[in-house]
């Protein structure tokens, strides 16, 4: 039997605003640290999300600063095909028109 690890208020902080991620915005790893009560912990951000395997989270709108897509598993070409559904363009590993993109929410989250 696999148990699974509890997951940490930060990480559940990371999750929680992951989920309000509208379709058709995007935030950086950075930007989701921030809204998580972390500023400056974006590699930590990436490393939960690289380690969740909640079903249905758009982990896809999670992107690199600049509007650099980044890695997505071994799977970059998924996180870019999903990113075109959900209306943008995307060029050379890049989003195209980022900041226009680019969603603030809230900067608190309580959870």
Known sequence: MVTRAV???????VLH??????????????????MAGRPGAARAVGQILRRADEPGLPYHRVVGAGGHI??????????????V????????GRLAGFAAKRWSGSHSTKS
Request: glycine share 12%; hydrophobic share 40%.
């Open 7 to 13: 997951p940490t208020p930060f990480t559940r902080r």
């Open 17 to 34: 605003v992951l989920r309000r991620i509208p379709a058709g915005s995007v935030a950086t790893y950075g930007d989701v640290a921030l």
């Open 70 to 83: 980044g890695g997505f598993g071994r799977h970059p070409q998924v996180k870019a095909a999903l990113l």
């Open 85 to 92: 559904a959900e209306g943008h363009l995307v060029r050379r």
